[in-house]
């Protein structure tokens, strides 16, 4: 059991307070801290001794080595260890801390230090992790990640009181660490107020973590396990004096807050152990953090700095009672060695590993996707799942819909085989039956027939169905008719299960009784004997063939309408035809008109040519023309008689003229090609007839096209006549 060290530091007056001539002064004379009266005077009640009082010009190193050094290499050795600075604001705790650059504080003293002292040690390897956290308005943040934020505290049994999330550096020498601590001071919050420009508006741990082995690799060798912790508390204040407000004032509140759960704890530690009761660590973020350094296995100092300036004389008195009441701690510090098997060392090292491979981000990059692809995983079945409920209840849904729809057609049915029992059962009746027909309550129910909408299809059936439908006008609470027609939706089912009778029931849905009044089925309708289902049968099976019936001649009637339309076509196509050909004639006969013209002149030139000269072959020429005028003025007559309507005979001397024109050109044509003497006549000739169109070739082309229009026309009036 020791007890804690508690120094006070005096910092040096600001410049602006040093030429103030105040009524009082503190004096450190050794260990003790007094305040004395202008003229010299010591206040009794005001004299405080401890451990250590550094006066104004106590720089860190001195703080360094008579305060915090033992602590810092018990720490080395395996014990916890704790400094912590506490004061007003503005009294030099931070510089007591972090120091300058000239005049480095206890941190940076103490990392230096823990690092030449391992140098020191040659039969222990060491391995230690550095973290750096603030509490700021009750929270805690890591200074060395700022995502990392609003941490939380945890409690393990090996581990003891940790900041889950908070961020440790494995780290190998002091500068690494320095370099850590610079990137965490920039993340810390400091702000602005009437007391100090730069004043630390939360409270900071610094923390290293010690862990140390022989190494000599024994299984069996324990491994310690030291915790350092060196804070920088925010300073208390008086809101007046600061002139906080806003967010100073929150911060404020809460420094002060977390300072007077710190006092409690120390107050109740400072008890003796009788009057202990309850320490209230948990009350405060702070207090649960320094838990071990107060009051447990830790060697722990406190440094108190007070302002020398005479308006804070009543600060420093309270932050000079708090000193006295820490003095009075005992803690039990005692070496942290894990005596335990191979296994927790192998654990240790496992864990070393993942700090590593955490260093590294590897595992936590594949842990991530891991995550994340399961999540996606997860995510997939989830719509998977909603996906077949929907389906499901789509499912189900129309399962209902058919089921009432089988319902309705099963009435309908009903209904049916009653509409045919009634409509046949009527036919057999007299008129007044009707009237006698009972109602299900036993009323008589008398309709008459004229106040039925017309219904033409309807017919003989009409009559008793109304009747039988309206019977049932007043029970609304059944009515299966309306509902299945609601959901009867195809209407080939509809005339399937009709076979036929779908006018009649299309025109049911026109009476009232029909559309408004519900259609249960009373024994009275349903009372058939089995002459009547018989009935009904034959019916229906006649209906059947008959609709048959008319099937196969609506078929036969859809065929005939497009042999129909086919000969139509034709028709017109003759029609066409014999206006194109009574065209014809007229046209042939103005051709042969002008082509017996032609002959006249061919005429006249044989004719002068044979009186020239005597030639055979012109005298041939000369009836062929004669015989092709002649036939000319038959086909002339001919066409000109088709023209008026009349028919043109059989027995008229076309024919023979034509075969006398053929024997009389075959002649000439022998003639021409068997007698040299011949041809020159008929080149003469042909000059002759020649001249008369002015074209050398003109005559032999026109006889001998002449003759073959002949033979067309001839072949064409043939046709004709036959
Ligand atoms: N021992 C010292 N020697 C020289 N200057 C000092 C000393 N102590 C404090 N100071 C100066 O006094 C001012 C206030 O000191 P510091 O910021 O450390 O106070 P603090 O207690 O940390 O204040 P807060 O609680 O507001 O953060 C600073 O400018 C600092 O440099």
Not at 465 to 482: G, I, K, T
Request: charged share 25%; proline share 3%; glycine share 4%.
């Amino acid at each position: 059991m020791e007890k804690i060290c508690v120094a006070v530091r005096v910092r040096p007056p600001t410049p602006e307070s040093s030429s103030e001539t105040g009524s009082s002064h503190w004096k450190v004379e050794d260990n003790r801290i007094s305040l004395y009266k202008s003229l010299g005077t010591p206040i009794s009640t005001a004299s405080y001794a401890f451990d250590h009082v550094f006066d104004e010009r106590s720089t860190n190193a001195c703080v360094y080595e008579l305060l915090t050094k033992d602590i810092i290499h018990a720490v080395v050795e395996g014990f916890n260890g704790t400094a912590f600075a506490y004061g007003q604001t503005s009294s030099g705790k931070t510089f007591t801390m972090t120091g300058s650059e000239t005049d480095p504080g206890i941190i940076r003293r103490s990392v230096r230090d823990i690092f030449q002292r391992i140098e020191m040690i040659s039969d222990r390897e060491f391995l230690i992790r550095v973290s750096y956290m603030e509490i700021y308005n009750e929270e805690i943040n890591d200074l060395l990640a700022v995502e990392n934020q609003r941490l939380q505290i945890h409690e393990h049994l090996e581990r003891g009181v940790f900041v889950a999330g908070l961020t440790e550096e494995i780290v190998s020498d002091a500068e690494q660490i320095l370099k850590l601590l610079d990137s965490g001071e920039v993340n810390r919050h400091f702000g602005e107020t009437n007391m100090n420009v730069h004043s630390s508006r939360s409270h900071t741990i610094f923390r290293m973590v010690i862990e140390s082995r022989g190494k000599e690799n024994n299984s069996s060798d324990a491994i310690r396990v030291s915790v350092l912790n060196l804070v920088d508390l925010a300073g208390s204040e008086r809101i007046a004096k600061t002139g906080a407000g806003g967010v100073r004032l929150t911060e404020g509140k809460y420094i002060n807050k977390s300072l007077m759960i710190l006092g409690n704890v120390i107050n109740k530690l400072s008890e003796s152990a009788k009057l202990r009761a309850h320490i209230p660590y948990r009350d405060s973020k702070l207090t649960r953090i320094l838990q071990p350094a107060l009051g447990g296995n830790a060697k722990t100092c406190i440094i108190c700095t007070i302002a020398p300036e005479e308006h804070h004389i009543e600060e420093s008195k309270g932050t000079l009672q708090f000193a006295s009441r820490a003095k009075r701690i005992t803690n039990c510090a005692q070496v942290n060695e894990i005596l335990t098997d191979a296994a927790l060392l192998k654990r240790q090292k496992l864990e070393i590993e993942e700090l590593r491979m955490k260093l590294q981000g590897s595992h936590a990059e594949v842990l991530e996707q891991e995550i994340l692809k399961l999540s996606n995983q997860m995510l997939k079945y989830e719509l998977e799942c909603e996906r077949l409920k929907t389906q499901l209840e789509e499912e189900r849904r129309k399962h209902k819909e058919q089921e009432q729809c089988i319902k309705g057609l099963q009435l309908k049915i009903e209904n049916l085989n009653d509409l045919v029992t009634n409509s046949d059962f009527k036919r057999n009746q007299p008129e007044d039956y009707i009237s006698l027909r009972k109602t299900p309550d036993g009323l008589c129910n008398v309709i008459d027939s004229s106040d039925v909408p017309g219904t033409p299809c309807f017919k003989s059936a009409e009559r008793s169905f109304v009747v039988a439908r309206s019977n049932y006008s007043e029970l609304s609470s059944f009515s299966p008719m309306v509902h299945s027609f609601g959901d009867m939706a195809e209407e080939d089912t509809w005339t399937k299960l009709n076979k036929g009778f779908v006018a009649d029931l299309d025109k049911l849905q026109f009476t009232p009784a029909v559309r408004c009044q519900p259609t249960p089925l009373t024994t009275a309708t349903m009372e058939c004997s089995p002459e009547d289902h018989k009935e009904v049968e034959n019916l229906k099976s006649q209906i059947e063939l008959l609709t048959n019936e008319k099937d196969s001649l609506q078929v036969k009637f859809n065929e005939q309408v497009v042999r129909n339309n086919k000969l139509m076509e034709e028709m017109s196509e003759l029609k066409q035809e014999t206006l194109h050909m009574k065209e014809t004639p007229k046209r042939l006969y103005e051709s042969v008109a002008n082509c017996k013209d032609v002959y006249n002149d061919v005429i006249v030139t044989m004719k002068s040519l044979m009186a020239e000269k005597e030639s055979q072959t012109a005298r041939l020429l000369f009836g062929a023309a004669e015989i092709t005028k002649n036939l000319l003025s038959t086909l002339e007559s001919q066409f000109s008689m088709i023209m008026d309507g009349q028919k043109a005979g059989r027995d008229h001397p076309l024919s023979d003229q034509w075969e006398t024109l053929r024997a009389s050109l075959k002649n000439t044509t022998t003639s021409l090609v068997s007698d040299a003497q011949a041809k020159d006549e008929f080149l003469n000739c042909h000059n002759k007839v020649a001249s008369l169109s002015k074209s050398p070739t003109y005559g032999s082309i026109l006889f001998i096209f002449s003759v073959l229009l002949l033979g067309y026309f001839g072949s064409l009036f043939m046709a004709l006549v036959q």
